[in-house]
C-alpha cells in the first residue's frame, strides 16, 4: 500500500497537535488533489504516525469522512477512499444537474448586485489563482462560488443537499482540476453564469448550471474506465 503522506506543509500547519477538523480537511485535500486514490485504504496506524495524534482522534476523523460519503468504514476490512461503479457515477451527476437546474429556476433575476459582485470578486481571485497554479486555492474558490451562486435560491434545503452531493463526488473533482484545459473551461463557464445572472437569462443560467458538471464527470470516467482496464489486463 502506498504511504499516506503528509500535507500539513500545504496549510502551514507543522508544528503542535492537529485538530479533528484539520486532520478531516487534510485528507479531503489528499482525495481531492489525487494523492489518495479510489479504493486506497486508510490504516488508522499511518495516520497516528502521520498526524502525531492519538487513536481515538484518527477514529473520530474517519467517522467524519464517512458521515461525509468520500470514504467507506467495513468491519474487519478497514477504511478505504470511496469508489464509484461507472452506473453510479451516471446517477450522481443526473441528480446534480437536476438539483442544479431546479436551483437555477428559483433564484430572482435580475440577479441581486451584491451577488453579482461577490462572484465577480470570486471569478477574479480564481484567476489568480490559477495563473499561480495553485490547485488548494483554485478548489476552494470553485467551492464558493458555487456556493454563493446556489444560495441565491432561497431553499436551504435544497442548498444544503447540493452541498452535500459535492463532497460525495469529492474525489471526481481532481481530474479537471489537474488538467489545464478543464481549468479554462470552467473560468469560461464562471463568466458566463456572471453574464446570465446580469442579463436575467434564465435559461442559459439553467443550461451552464446543469452543463456546468459535465467536464469534471467525464475526466472521471475516463479514469475510471482506465484505471479498471489497466486492473483487468494484471
Not at 479533528?20 to 481531492?32: H, P, R
Not at 442579463?199 to 446543469?210: C, P, V
Amino acid at each position: 500500500m502506498t504511504p499516506v503522506r503528509a500535507v500539513f506543509g500545504d496549510t502551514g500547519r507543522e508544528m503542535g497537535t492537529p485538530k479533528i477538523e484539520e486532520i478531516v480537511s487534510a485528507l479531503e485535500d489528499d482525495i481531492v488533489f489525487g494523492r489518495l486514490k479510489p479504493r486506497e485504504h486508510l490504516t488508522e496506524d499511518d495516520l497516528i504516525g502521520r498526524f502525531g495524534i492519538k487513536r481515538h482522534m484518527v477514529r473520530q476523523a474517519l467517522i467524519e469522512l464517512e458521515r461525509k460519503g468520500i470514504v467507506v468504514r467495513e468491519p474487519y476490512r478497514g477504511t478505504r477512499v470511496r469508489d464509484f461503479s461507472l452506473r453510479e457515477i451516471e446517477q450522481i451527476y443526473d441528480f446534480r444537474e437536476k438539483l442544479h437546474r431546479w436551483a437555477a429556476e428559483l433564484m430572482p433575476l435580475p440577479a441581486d448586485p451584491a451577488l453579482v459582485q461577490r462572484l465577480k470578486d470570486l471569478h477574479r481571485h480564481h484567476g489568480k489563482a490559477v495563473r499561480d497554479g495553485n490547485l488548494r486555492e483554485i478548489n476552494q474558490i470553485d467551492h464558493e462560488f458555487h456556493k454563493a451562486l446556489f444560495e441565491a435560491c432561497g431553499n436551504q434545503f435544497l442548498t444544503q443537499t447540493i452541498s452535500r452531493m459535492l463532497w460525495l463526488s469529492a474525489a471526481m473533482r481532481s481530474y479537471p482540476l489537474a488538467d489545464s484545459e478543464l481549468r479554462a473551461v470552467t473560468r469560461k463557464e464562471h463568466a458566463e453564469i456572471i453574464d446570465a445572472l446580469i442579463a436575467a437569462d434564465r435559461q442559459k443560467l439553467i443550461k451552464l448550471s446543469a452543463g456546468h458538471l459535465r467536464h469534471s464527470k467525464k475526466a472521471y470516467t475516463d479514469a475510471i474506465r482506465f484505471m479498471h482496464a489497466g486492473t483487468e489486463g494484471r
